[in-house]
């Protein structure tokens, strides 16, 4: 069974600081996501990579598959972006996710 | 496009009641996922379906749930009897059938089990 790692558990900024957020995890896989769920509990996938980098405006993730790593990365942070994120990696070659237990952010004003 | 939709986004009910979640997915979409999220065990996997048959159901957590995928636009996740310890936020989510699909969840269903 994949087992999927997060730091930090929890994560204050102030506004405007760089953010970044790890996960690990033990088996090789074909994708990782990046789930964002917001304070009124909605759920959003923000990436899925399997190699490299993606950007979405001020987001950045990357991974790096020998090291079985990903970071989300958050530019110029914004209370907006307060929400708990969220890494998940597939199951075996299935489409079951297992994920982590999630780090929550608060970016202060 | 509509998302995934959830009923009822809240439901509130004494134990040993019958509890009936429902979902539609995105049109399209043949993969749909049930979730569960408690604050200690963060988001499990309860069961999913491809093409409406079950696939994986081993996260289901004993006999008193059952999940249904009459068609393709409609799956319903049933708690009977209902117990505390069910209270948690429950998701449905749906996407393409390729592990590098994502997946597009509903806003959840907040279950109290008083």
């Known amino acids: 069974k994949n087992e999927v790692e997060q730091s930090p558990q929890n994560l204050t900024a102030q506004e405007g600081e760089f953010i970044t957020i790890n996960c690990s995890y033990s088996?090789?896989?074909?994708?990782l996501h990046w789930l964002q769920q917001h304070p009124g509990g909605g759920i959003v996938s923000l990436f899925m990579?399997?190699?490299g980098k993606k950007k979405h405006g001020r987001l950045i993730a990357t991974i790096n598959i020998q090291e079985k790593h990903s970071s989300l990365h958050i530019t110029a942070s914004h209370p907006r972006d307060s929400a708990v994120y969220i890494c998940?990696?597939?199951?075996?070659?299935?489409?079951?996710?297992?994920f982590g237990k999630g780090t929550k952010l608060t970016v202060n004003p | 496009d509509a998302g995934v939709i959830q009923s009822p986004r809240h439901e509130v009910t004494e134990m040993g009641q019958e509890v009936t979640l429902r979902c539609k997915p995105i049109?399209?979409?043949?993969?749909l996922f049930w979730y569960r999220q408690t604050m200690m065990r963060g988001l499990e996997l309860l069961i999913y379906?491809?093409?409406?048959?079950?696939?994986?159901d081993s996260g289901m957590p004993e006999d008193r749930f059952s999940a249904k995928m009459p068609n393709a636009s409609f799956s319903t996740l049933k708690i009977q009897p209902s117990e505390p310890r069910d209270s948690a936020v429950y998701f449905c989510?749906?996407?393409?059938?390729?592990?590098?699909?994502?997946?597009?969840f509903g806003d959840g269903t907040r279950l109290s089990i008083l």
């Open positions: 049109s399209g979409h043949n993969s």
């Open positions: 989510a749906s996407s393409w059938d390729r592990v590098d699909q994502p997946q597009h």
């Open positions: 990579l399997s190699s």
């Open positions: 379906f491809n093409n409406n048959v079950p696939i994986d």
């Open positions: 088996v090789g896989i074909s994708a």
């Open positions: 998940a990696v597939p199951q075996g070659g299935s489409e079951k996710l297992v």
